[in-house]
Structures are given as structure tokens and as C-alpha cells.
């Protein structure tokens, strides 16, 4: 029997997402057979943006070395009371995606921008990628922006991730906040296509 039911904390992870206003419309799940490292995927967007542009993108990656190890420190504890082992955790990556962009904005001014709305509990990475149709084309924009969080693997096993003082509480109020500042400026970016 698994210490921690990863299966269970997707669903937990989809159910809070939906409490704080996004829209599931995805999910995915794979396993390397050699490895048995699993990629849990789920796809989303805030409910103001169901016409709209805005795609956020949940990847929680298990490594089952991490999830091994947490296995066998728990088992080894004498009592239920004591406090499960810290230092093995999960990445979790938040990824928005926008279609290309007609008026990209400046690269500094977003980053700087989202650093203020993404607080340092959801630190925003910012890229673009120009790719050009044809030689002959203008190169179209898009924008890469990437948050991560590790996922103690303690709190899941207590449960105490999901409450509303939680790491995924906060990282998914910070996740709306950024999804609805990119609501707001895609029009500009975006031009006659949106």
C-alpha cells in the first residue's frame, strides 16, 4: 500500500483549482515503464477567459526515488504522531501559454510587472520565442511564462498542503492573479486577432 496517494492529490489538486475560479479541461497521465517516473498534466484556465486566450498549464513530475524514499523513512517511524521526513519534494510548474502576438510587450516591463503579482511564493519566469512562418514573413512572438513550486512530500502525506494557508492554496491565488493580469493586457498584445 503507497504512503502517499498521488492519484488522490491530482484530484485534490483539480478540485481546489475549480474553487478558485478555473475551469479544468484536461488531464493526463504518464508512466515511463523503465523508470516508473510519472507526469501528472492537467489543463486549465481562469473561468473569465473561457473565450479568451489564456491557457495555464499544471505539470506535477514524480519522481519515484523521491517517492520511495519518503516510503521508507515514513514506514521506519515508531509512532503515527511522529513528524513525517522533510526533504523530498515534487516540482510543480505552472505554464500560460497565449497564442502569438501581434504587439508583444517588452520582456523587462512583464517580468518586472508579474514579479509584483506572482510575490515571491510564485516567482514568474518570462521568455519569448520568435519563429518565422516563411523567410519572407514578419517573425510572430510568443511568450514562454513558467512559475514552479516543490511540493513537500510531508505536507501532502498530512494533508496540510490543500487547506487555505497551504503552499498550493497560495500558489493557485498567485496562478489566478497572473492569469487575470494576462486577461487583461492580451487584447493589446494580441491586436485584431483576439
Known sequence: MAVIDVAGFVADLKSQAIDFGFH???????????????????????EEACAGPIDLHLSLDVDPRALLG????????????????????????????????????????????????GGMG????????????SVTDA?????????????DLADVYLNTDMNEDGAIAQALERCKHVSLYLLDRAGAWLGDTF
Open 139 to 151: 517573425p510572430e512572438r510568443s511568450l514562454s511564462l513558467v512559475a514552479r513550486i516543490n511540493i
Open 24 to 46: 479544468v479541461h484536461d488531464e493526463r497521465h504518464f508512466v515511463e515503464t523503465y523508470s516508473l517516473r510519472q507526469l501528472w498534466e492537467v489543463d486549465l484556465h481562469p
Open 122 to 133: 510564485l516567482p514568474v519566469e518570462v521568455s519569448a520565442i520568435d519563429s518565422f512562418p
Open 70 to 117: 519518503f516510503e521508507d523513512e515514513v514506514m521506519k517511524m515508531d509512532d503515527l504522531e511522529d513528524e513525517p521526513p522533510t526533504g523530498f519534494t515534487f516540482p510543480l510548474l505552472f505554464t500560460w501559454t497565449l497564442p502569438p502576438l501581434t504587439d508583444p510587450p517588452d520582456l523587462l516591463v512583464l517580468a518586472t510587472d508579474l514579479a509584483g503579482v
